[in-house]
């Protein structure tokens, strides 16, 4: 028999188990995006000890990706981790195979058993991928054309599938005058997103707007329905036909009338000078005030087209400023427009051109009174003389006179002095022939004549005025026109007997003035005609007759008719010069 000492074996272990897999759990179901992990989770029975890099091999679509070892070693639970990559999609459900691939690793146990390696699938049909990225298909720009303040430049984004926005992402819209954005206004859910700049004043681009290649998130998102950021490039539109006239208009300068004073129908042109073309249409007006006539309006005339509009006030009777007109600093559009080609609205605003030597006097000299003669009679050689009173000092050029009325016929009262000063002398020299013995009238308007009367502005002055009281204002009152009737040597007639002519016979017999003054136009007629042998052959008092003057009326005797001695009457008649007759004879 051999015997032996036994060895100290109690601290020798006998393990043949393979570690077993208990359970195999992985994520919940849902999409997985670009940068998410799908992770598997083995469960042993015992701790294992991974080396390497063992992987469970997944199927995405029609490919084979690897979920690898990602932590656990030394514990019963084993994690495999797949990180979703651009590209990746499955939209039906993952699929895994159930054995783990080492890949050249190992999983065993403490005493160096290698691990099961097939498990349970724990179901993954609900595990979808969506690895891809939202690209812009297209960006489609606004027309091609001239954009001004107020209107907007859109773009729209058209994306491969629809997409959510977080926050403003824009566009940057590089003009001549700077950068710019159009920002998102709508789409969000859609595949068609919306950016939008509303042109502002001062924005300019002569050339043809510039675009980036790629939309700005500003701090935004813009993510496709799995959570995936889209790719934010795209391809240029063609935008040099898009333009950009924010510059408005503005008044460099006002041309105003030179300093004057300014008289009734007279223009005052103000010119107003843009620093570009305009077009006018309506009315508009510049605004003036005047210590006279209140608020008044330079309307617009002309320049529509060009960079100078003419406005014109045309001043009007009694519109007065003595200290310069006040004008407004802004054009009044009155419902009418004033653009530049583009279309965009004038800046209105001017600098005061400052107007204090424009004066306005449309104030048209008023008489005020007129003194006459005094009461009395007026004699051959003296002057018949009227003052005329003006509410300020006027000038005379020419002969203005004044219409005067008396018995003998009208005069004149031509005026003589008072230019430059507000009292005008009119005056008429009173000759042997006038006469009015129940006070002369007076015309109550002044007769320019061809003259003028104007006050230091220019105005015409007002001719009218109240007739002052002239009743009792004689003219040789006591100057008479007496009618006598002559035969044609000048003696006196009561009777004329043309005889027994036996034949037709014409006689001459004079009218004659023997008063002092031009009598009135005679009026010569036969009362009688004797049976008709006497008739009036020639007329020649047809016109007043001068005092000391006669006239002359050819009488036929026409000796036909009733025998016998025969009577007849002719009578002259006028104002002055009263009514005269005288008795006619003759026998057949």
Known sequence: TLTFTPPVTSL??????????????????????????????????????????????ITIGSGTVYA???????????????????????????????????????????????????????G?????????????SSLNASANGTYIPTQNLTFTANFSESVAIVGTPRIAITLNSGVVYADYVSGSGTSSIVFEYTIQINDSDGNGIGLPAAISLNSGTIKDTSGNDANLTFADPGVSGILVDGIVPSISSIT????????????????????????????PRLVLSLNTGGTVYADYLSGTGTANIIFRYTVLNSHEDSDGVTLATSI????????????????????DPGLTGVLVDGVSPLVSSVIPPSDGDITTGNNISFTVNFDEAVTVSGLPQLDIGLNTGNINAVYSSG?????????????????????????????????????????????????PNTSLV????????????????????????FGTPGTNTTQTFRVANTGTITSGTPAVSIIDSGNGHFSIQTDNCTTPISA???????????????AGAQSGSMQVSGTPGGTENFTLQGTK
């Open 548 to 562: 000391g003057s006669f006239c002359t009326v050819d009488i036929l005797w026409t000796d036909v008719g009733t």
């Open 256 to 283: 105003a009338p030179a300093d004057s004073t300014y008289m009734e129908s007279t223009n005052l042109d103000f010119t107003v000078n843009f620093d570009d073309v305009v077009n006018t249409t309506g009315l």
């Open 332 to 351: 009044d559009l009155n419902s009418g427009s004033i653009r530049d080609v583009n279309s965009n609205d004038s800046n209105l605003s001017f600098s």
């Open 124 to 136: 993954t049909t609900g595990i979808l991928i969506d690895g891809v990225i939202s690209t812009i």
């Open 68 to 122: 690898n070892y990602a932590s656990g070693s030394g514990s019963s639970s084993i994690t495999f981790t797949y990180n979703v990559l651009a590209s990746n999609l499955d939209t039906n459900g993952i699929s895994i195979n159930t054995t783990i691939d080492l890949n050249s690793g190992t999983l065993s146990d403490s005493a160096g058993n290698n691990a099961d390696l097939t498990f349970t699938d724990p």
């Open 419 to 467: 230019s430059g000063s507000s009292a005008l002398i009119f005056e008429y020299t009173v000759l042997s022939s006038d006469s009015d013995n129940d006070g002369l009238t007076l015309v109550t308007a002044i007769d320019l004549s061809g003259g003028t009367i104007l006050d230091a502005a220019g105005n015409s002055s007002s001719l009218s005025f109240s007739a």
């Open 474 to 497: 004689n003219v040789n009152e006591n100057a008479t026109a007496t009618f006598e009737w002559q035969d044609n040597v000048g003696s006196t007639l009561g009777v004329y007997d």
């Open 12 to 57: 020798i272990n006998i393990d043949g188990v393979v570690p077993s897999i208990t359970s195999a759990t992985t994520v919940s179901n849902g999409t997985y995006k670009i940068g998410d992990n799908v992770n598997f989770i083995i469960g042993y029975d015992e701790n294992i000890t991974v080396t390497g890099t063992p992987r469970i091999p």
